[in-house]
């Protein structure tokens, strides 16, 4: 079945780095997404990768698969009280299809 | 990039009301548009998948005589919930896919529709 993964929460020091994990478990899966969600408001997408790489870097947003144990990680470095919001792993199976949600890691950052 | 909106963004109705929502891709086409719904502290849960021209998919438990879907056009799906009750109150976002193909089949999200029935 289909099935995405995450820790509820994770409290980190501003300027430290945050790491949120998530795992998945349909194998076929095409394309792994990371949104933000601000109290309130909608989904913003942060990054995304297609299953044939391993990482993706963008700004201060790195993104790790590894495909063999179904696990993603979403490092952010040099966090900000800024990137206090909950973050949702997200995967889509086929073209076309919706996307299956984690039930989003709460990322506090206290200063 | 590409932007979906969606309206209104929050809404309180008496129970026994329907309620339309609309969600509209501003510039660009989608035959296909996902409503999905969240409860507090909970994820996103998709409800049905809507398909220009033709019924909409319903996920298993939704009723769809309750929730009525239509994408009469490619750029508008609406979400009517009909008599709305209390249990009802909750978060609905749409999400529309891009027609023209891009390469990650990327999925734009609408801000969402706050909903609370009375």
């Known amino acids: 079945g289909e099935d995405v993964e995450q820790s509820l929460f994770l409290s980190v020091r501003e300027g430290d780095s945050s790491v949120i994990n998530c795992t998945y478990t349909d194998s076929s899966s095409t394309y792994l997404y990371w949104y933000k969600q601000e109290p309130g408001a909608g989904l913003q997408l942060l990054t995304y990768i297609f299953s044939n790489m391993d990482m993706k870097q963008d700004q201060r947003l790195t993104v790790l698969l590894n495909k063999k144990d179904k696990h993603l990680s979403l490092r952010i470095a040099d966090t900000q009280t800024g990137d206090s919001a909950i973050y949702f792993c997200a995967e889509k199976v086929g073209a076309g299809t919706a996307l299956i949600f984690g039930k989003g890691t709460t990322l506090s950052v206290s200063s | 990039g590409a932007v979906v909106s969606q309206h209104p963004s929050r809404v309180i109705c008496k129970s026994g009301t329907s309620v339309k929502i609309e969600c509209r891709s501003l510039?660009?086409?989608?035959?296909?548009m996902f409503w999905y719904r969240q409860f507090p502290k909970q994820s996103l849960m998709l409800m049905a998948t809507?398909?220009?021209?033709?019924?909409?998919?319903?996920e298993q438990g939704v009723e769809k005589d309750k929730f009525l879907i239509n994408h009469a056009s490619l750029t508008l799906s609406t979400l009517t919930v009909t008599s709305a009750h209390p249990e009802d109150s909750s978060f609905y976002i749409c999400s529309a896919r891009d027609s023209g193909g891009t390469v990650q089949d990327e999925q734009y999200f609408g801000p969402g529709t706050r909903l609370t029935v009375t």
């Open positions: 510039d660009f086409q989608a035959t296909t």
């Open positions: 809507s398909n220009e021209g033709s019924k909409a998919t319903y």
